[in-house]
T-cell receptor, first 110, second 116 residues
Framework: DVKVTQSSRYLVKRTGEKVFLECVQD?????MFWYRQDPGLGLRLIYF???????EKGDIPEGYSVSREKKERFSLILESASTNQTSMYLC?????????FGPGTRLTVL | AQTVTQSQPEMSVQEAETVTLSCTYD???????LFWYKQPPSRQMILVIR??????QNATENRFSVNFQKAAKSFSLKISDSQLGDAAMYFC?????????????FGTGTRLQVTL
């Protein structure tokens, strides 16, 4: 069975903290993605990676960075969390035909 | 850049009835993929159905089918014999055939309620 896991379902952090969201896939996919989901806005692409150590900005990369040191793991980093980064974060990995999603991390920044 | 529009924020259907969710998109490309994803309260995004733009035949998966109108750039989802488990957010998504990494562009979603 296809599996994409995210390190936390719920996370509460303080403004200014450095936050790491981890995503692991077991399908040997080259492509991995981080999305942010907000009510009324759908899913918006933050960053994606098409190979180890390769990354590209998505539509809303400001305030975020990513790391992909191993094929199966793709991390999203909030260097200095702010309240406007309170959101649902979804990781996905994909081949040529579709993307498989993790269960999401609901991040609250106080 | 491609855009995807879902003009129905919420829809409601009675159990066993049929409902159609609308999606339109804007692109200058001729070859691409379209998807419908379902997100139940558990938040797990699940692929419902996929359509390749070069295929004229509308995709079907059990009770789910699409009406793909390429010239009109329309991609609606029909759910037949609706069940309580169909209650969820439904997202329409577009993927270019070219370019790196198979990026998806999503619409804003339609929340489907299923009533008894």
């Amino acid at each position: 069975d296809v599996k994409v896991t995210q390190s936390s379902r719920y996370l509460v952090k303080r403004t200014g903290e450095k936050v790491f969201l981890e995503c692991v896939q077991d399908m040997d996919h080259e492509n991995m993605f981080w999305y942010r989901q907000d009510p009324g806005l759908g899913l918006r692409l933050i960053y994606f990676s098409y190979d180890v150590k390769m990354k590209e900005k998505g539509d809303i990369p400001e305030g975020y960075s990513v790391s992909r040191e191993k094929k199966e793991r793709f991390s999203l980093i909030l260097e200095s969390a702010s309240t406007n980064q309170t959101s649902m974060y979804l990781c996905a990995s994909g081949g040529t035909r579709t993307q498989f999603f993790g269960p999401g991390t609901r991040l609250t920044v106080l | 850049a491609q855009t995807v529009t879902q003009s129905q924020p919420e829809m409601s259907v009675q159990e066993a009835e049929t409902v159609t969710l609308s999606c339109t998109y804007d692109t200058s490309e001729s070859d691409y993929y379209l998807f419908w994803y379902k997100q139940p309260p558990s938040r797990q995004m699940i692929l419902v159905i996929r359509q390749e733009a070069y295929k004229q035949q509308n995709a079907t998966e059990n009770r789910f089918s699409v009406n793909f109108q390429k010239a009109a750039k329309s991609f609606s989802l029909k759910i037949s014999d609706s069940q309580l488990g169909d209650a969820a957010m439904y997202f329409c998504a577009y993927r270019s055939h070219t370019g790196t990494a198979s990026k998806l562009t999503f619409g804003t979603g339609t929340r489907l309620q299923v009533t008894l």
